[in-house]
């Protein structure tokens, strides 16, 4: 009965570098190249995995990633809101003395200023009169962050 112990050789040390050094990185297109192969109805994860020399766990992550937008390049995009647009009547203005509006008031009436209402999770904005649209535009960018 042999009770020695092997002393490990400096072989084995080197051997552990080296198996990290086949771990191979994959492009971005590369693994989008292999997820979009795995949308293909019928196909299978397993087989596509093997195929390409990749773990069946790591390929089903890039393909959550890929299916929730967030594997490869973020391109900016503008959100969209919803909009509900409702008509309200503007209020009745009323002349307290009586008097009757004077020709010129009749020939060129004030325009009527709109309201505009936000309403949002955690804020809700309300405004009245004219409103620049730059401004808000840059309140809804604000926002939507």
Not at 74 to 94: A, D, F, G, H, I
């Amino acid at each position: 009965m042999d009770t020695s112990r092997q002393v490990p050789d400096g072989s084995t040390a080197k051997s552990e570098p080296a198996a990290a050094a086949q771990r191979q990185r994959r492009s971005i297109a590369e693994k989008r190249g292999m997820v979009e192969e795995t949308l293909v109805e019928g196909a299978s994860v397993a087989r596509i995995a093997r195929a390409h020399g990749v773990n069946v766990n790591q390929l089903f992550g890039w393909r959550r990633l890929y299916l929730s937008g967030r594997l490869g390049e973020q391109k900016p995009t503008m959100k969209l809101l919803p909009v509900r647009v409702s008509e309200s009547l503007p209020p009745v203005t009323t002349h307290a003395s009586g008097e009757a509006s004077s020709s010129m008031e009749v020939a060129n009436p004030k325009p009527i200023l709109g309201t505009i209402h936000i309403e949002l999770c955690q804020a809700q904005i309300r405004i009245e009169g004219g409103a620049d649209p730059g401004l808000v535009r840059v309140l809804l960018e604000c926002l939507t962050r």
